[in-house]
């Protein structure tokens, strides 16, 4: 069964700090990953994505991703965080298998940036 | 191209009343999701459509919550009566599964308050 693990349940940095948030997976086959966020008020969006190939993945905002696969890992990270990114982070799962197309969520962080 | 449309965007509603929401996926796109997703967690997944077939809706307590989507197209979650238990944030998400590295694009949600 699919399943994600989102360990920072709340994260509080200072504007310019460093930002990276865990995700880890449980998945049987090949997966498509996911980091969508949902800032105050307004509806869940992609910030980026996985489906093969670099495992380093550029998305949108300056924010990246790295799929390790060894280590079942898709961490977001930000080299210097904004006041404009305070939201809600959600990393997510697709399998490729069986139940293909099913999108399961991880329990999200929240980011609070500090002016 | 207009986005995942949902309406309502509020209800409010007594317990043990009937409720409906309604959602318009992007066009094209024959993959549907319904989510529910509780005040601090991530989207949990109820039903899972692909044109009009529910393929998953292993997470829908089917003795209070329906859905449809008649012709493929826009869908309806019903829940009948509703507890209080249900107050949360219904989300409605397409994909074009078309094709397997698509992301799933939401729509603003529904906000279910039962009082």
């Known amino acids: ?115 | 191209e207009a986005g995942v449309v949902q309406s309502p965007r509020y209800k409010i509603i007594e317990k043990k009343q009937p409720v409906a929401f309604w959602c318009n996926p992007i066009s094209g796109h024959n993959t549907l999701y319904w989510y529910r997703q509780n005040l601090g967690q991530g989207p949990e997944l109820l039903i899972r459509y692909e044109n009009e077939e529910a393929v998953d809706d292993s997470q829908l307590p089917k003795d209070r919550f329906s859905a449809e989507r008649l012709k493929g197209v826009d869908s309806t979650l019903k829940i009948q009566p509703a507890e209080l238990g249900d107050s949360a944030v219904y989300l409605c998400a397409s994909r074009s599964g078309q094709y397997m590295n698509t992301e799933a694009f939401f729509g603003q949600g529904t906000r279910l308050t039962v009082v």
């Open chain 1, 1 to 115: 069964a699919q399943s994600v693990s989102q360990h920072n349940h709340h994260v509080i940095l200072s504007e310019a700090a460093s930002l990276e948030l865990g995700c880890n997976y449980s998945y049987g086959g090949t997966v498509n990953l996911f980091w969508y966020v949902q800032y105050p008020g307004q509806h869940l969006q992609l910030l980026l994505k996985y489906f093969s190939g670099d495992p380093l993945v550029k998305g949108i905002k300056g924010f990246e991703a790295e799929f390790i696969k060894s280590k079942f890992s898709f961490n977001l990270r930000k080299p210097s965080v904004q006041w404009s990114d305070t939201a809600e982070y959600f990393c997510a799962v697709m399998g490729s298998l069986g139940s293909a197309s099913k999108i399961i969520f991880g329990s999200g962080t929240r980011l609070s940036i500090r002016p």
